[in-house]
């Protein structure tokens, strides 16, 4: 009884005023629960940071995959190009996606001495060694936000027997 009789109470509150007075109120009554609505989705919704940029399309397609196959949720930033997981699983998918060889980047790295057979040339095995180095120093530098891509090409100069100190800095 009680509860009905508050009710009639302000509805007959509500009917006094006059039509114009109720609009404002319904409005303004409208707008605070839409402003906490959209205070505790905000509040909920998880903290995107950049997991890669710069990927080329196999290595994004196949990062997307993985992704996906985790129930990983995932924003594709086409303004950066990078591919943007939850704050807090940014470092556990790095580490699992490169278990699993991912992405292997346009630069082969170290890897490439792990295809090497027995019995290649020292003159094979240095070349190897000289674009393993140069790939992974461009893998390295395109993680740097603003640089789109990189290219590393080392002079990585011969021993001889004839020059008794040899110092690569110094240039005489």
């Known amino acids: 009884m009680n509860a009905t009789a508050a009710q009639t109470k302000s509805l007959e509150w509500l009917n006094r005023l006059r039509a ?3 609009i404002p109120l319904i409005v303004a009554g409208s707008a605070a629960v839409a402003v906490m609505v959209a205070l505790i ?12 940029s710069n990927l080329s399309d196999q290595d994004g ?5 993985q992704l996906t196959q985790m129930n990983i ?4 930033s086409e303004a950066s190009g990078a591919i943007e997981v939850p704050a807090d699983k940014v470092h556990e998918l790095r580490l699992r996606l490169a278990q699993q060889g991912l992405p292997k ?11 090497e057979k027995f019995g290649i040339s020292q003159f094979s095995e240095q ?12 893998r390295t530098i395109e993680t740097i936000g603003p640089v789109k891509g990189a290219r590393v ?20």
């Open 20 to 22: 114009n007075p109720k």
């Open 153 to 172: 090409h080392l002079a990585m100069p011969k021993p001889s027997l004839f020059v008794r100190e040899q110092n690569p800095l110094l240039h005489r």
């Open 127 to 138: 070349v190897n060694y000289q674009r393993a180095l140069e790939g992974e120093l461009s």
């Open 105 to 115: 980047g346009g630069a082969v790295g170290f890897e490439l001495l792990d295809q």
């Open 61 to 65: 397609g196949a990062i997307v995959s």
């Open 73 to 76: 949720p995932y924003r594709f």
């Open 41 to 52: 989705l905000w509040a909920k919704a998880p903290d995107y940071r950049t997991l890669f």
